[in-house]
Nanobody
Framework: VQLQACGGGLVQAGGSSRLSCAVSGSFSSINVMGWGRQAPGKQRELVTTMTSGSTTNYADFVKGRFTISRDNAKNVVNLQMNSLKPDDTAVYYC??????????WGQGTQVTVSS
C-alpha cells in the first residue's frame, strides 16, 4: 500500500489550502482514510478521518474549518483547509486504516501558515 499526498505550501493566515492523497495497492474497501499532522517539536496528531461509509470525525481544533472528502472509486482522500492559523503549520500526512491494526501513513506534505 502506498499513499502519495500533494498540495500544501505557504499560505497566509486566514487563507485556504487543499491537500489530496492517492492511495494505491491492495486493501479492503472497508477502511478509514484521513489526515494527521506533526508540528516541529510535537507528536503527530490525528486531524480528521472518514470511513468508507462516509462517517467523519474531526479533532476539535479543526472543526468548522477543515473538511475531509474522499472518492472511493479512485481511492483518493482530500482535505480542504479554510481559515488557516499559524498554529496549523505542520507536516500533514494522509492515513489509511484497515481493520483495527493495519495503519499506513503517506510521506507528508508541508503546510506553512504565515501570520
Amino acid at each position: 500500500v502506498q499513499l502519495q499526498a500533494c498540495g500544501g505550501g505557504l499560505v497566509q493566515a486566514g487563507g485556504s489550502s487543499r491537500l489530496s492523497c492517492a492511495v494505491s495497492g491492495s486493501f479492503s474497501s472497508i477502511n478509514v482514510m484521513g489526515w494527521g499532522r506533526q508540528a516541529p517539536g510535537k507528536q503527530r496528531e490525528l486531524v480528521t478521518t472518514m470511513t468508507s461509509g462516509s462517517t467523519t470525525n474531526y479533532a476539535d481544533f479543526v472543526k468548522g474549518r477543515f473538511t475531509i472528502s474522499r472518492d472511493n472509486a479512485k481511492n483518493v482522500v482530500n482535505l480542504q483547509m479554510n481559515s488557516l492559523k499559524p498554529d496549523d503549520t505542520a507536516v500533514y500526512y494522509c492515513y489509511l486504516r484497515v481493520g483495527a491494526s493495519k495503519i499506513y501513513w503517506g510521506q507528508g506534505t508541508q503546510v506553512t501558515v504565515s501570520s
